[in-house]
């Protein structure tokens, strides 16, 4: 299966900053996703990166608060802007070949904001 | 509403027990994924069924899909500590909107020496 790098790993940041968290793949996928995740817990999927086009984003998440980029097939990155406490968590990325090849995930960017 | 219901949420069991989780729904699925996940890490894939009525069998792991393709089980046998994990069932709708995937709850198992 892909290999599938995310950056950073952890950081801690301060209110009312920004981060971009990058994910990258060894090979060409058609879909990739962003998920978050509280420790324990299981993922809530934040949006669909489309090649090309904007982001795909789910019930409750904005554009503006989580800016996500695809630039080709094998790259995204998230931004969590102008963050607060609420938004400490794990973020993860994960790619899938096809629309129903099974999806496989990095392993995760934790955040805190302090 | 929580589309794919997975149970129990928290396991704790002595080493060689056997213990079964649950992944059930009313809808129906085209395929479902296992993963698990380990602290640190990202969720790693143990299994796709696709097939109403498939068992996969990965060492001491027996994975069940539904005949009706709405349910699945995930059975170990003899747990050791190196099943301790985060379990996740995740699952396909049949109309497939975008190749995405309904997660369950997670159920956290902990096997004890």
């Known amino acids: 299966s892909a290999v599938i790098s995310q950056k950073p790993s952890r950081d801690i940041c301060q209110r009312g900053t920004s981060l971009t968290i990058q994910c990258q793949v060894d090979s060409q996928v058609t879909m990739m996703f962003w998920y978050r995740q509280q420790p324990g817990q299981s993922l809530t999927l934040i949006a669909t990166a489309n090649q090309g086009s904007e982001a795909t984003y789910e019930s409750g998440f904005v554009i503006d608060k989580f800016p996500i980029s695809r630039p080709n097939l094998t790259f995204s990155t998230l931004t969590v802007s102008n963050m607060s406490p609420e938004d400490s968590s794990i973020y993860l990325c994960?790619?899938?070949?096809?629309?129903?090849?099974?999806?496989?995930f990095g392993d995760g960017t934790r955040l805190s904001i302090l | 509403t929580q589309l794919l219901k997975q149970s129990p949420q928290f396991l704790s069991i002595q080493e060689g027990e056997n213990l079964t989780v649950y992944c059930n729904s009313s809808?129906?699925?085209?395929?479902l994924q296992w993963y698990r996940q380990e602290p640190g890490e990202g969720p790693v894939l143990l299994v796709t069924v696709v097939t109403g009525g498939e068992v996969k069998k990965l060492k001491r792991l027996t994975f069940q899909f539904g005949d009706a393709r709405k349910d699945s089980s995930l059975h170990i046998t003899a747990a050791q500590p190196g099943d301790t994990g985060l379990y996740l069932c995740a699952a396909r709708l049949i109309y497939n909107q975008g190749g995405k995937l309904i997660f369950g709850q997670g159920t956290e198992l902990s096997v004890k020496p």
């Open positions: 809808s129906v699925f085209s395929s």
């Open positions: 994960s790619v899938a070949v096809t629309a129903e090849s099974p999806q496989h």
